[in-house]
């Protein structure tokens, strides 16, 4: 069984930083892009930041210059650094990862974190 569990989420007031964790657990073959998504009430859940294993990263123009993404493949956790919050930052941030389980070794798929609440306040 494979496994995203993050860690790091919390109420923050406006200006401040976050650090969001996300390790990797199971029978894992291998791990490819990796990333965050956000979800806020009442909207759709969008990506925020995505790193490849080579390291290429891609983010949300909203968030550009504010958040780093990165990894670390050896713990198979993913980061995610989020500086001069505000309050529209506000959402549910989910880890994803696209991986291989050793069970299934033919076949790449997504899979997804619980999801850690990230609440900036003003």
């Known amino acids: 069984q494979v496994q995203l569990v993050e860690s790091g989420g919390g109420l923050v007031q406006v200006g401040g930083s976050l650090r969001l964790s996300c390790a990797a657990s199971g029978s894992i073959f291998s791990i490819n892009d990796m990333g965050w998504f956000r979800q806020a009430p009442g909207k759709q859940r969008e990506l925020v930041a995505s790193i490849t294993i080579a390291g290429i990263t891609n983010y949300v123009d909203s968030v550009k210059g504010r958040f780093t993404i990165s990894r670390d493949n050896a713990k198979r956790t993913v980061y995610l650094q989020m500086n001069s919050l505000k309050p529209e930052d506000t959402a549910v941030y989910y880890c994803?990862?696209?991986?291989?389980?050793?069970?299934?070794?033919?076949?790449?798929?997504?899979?997804w974190g619980q999801g850690t609440q990230v609440t900036v306040s003003s």
């Open positions: 994803w990862g696209v991986m291989v389980a050793i069970t299934e070794p033919l076949y790449e798929s997504d899979y």
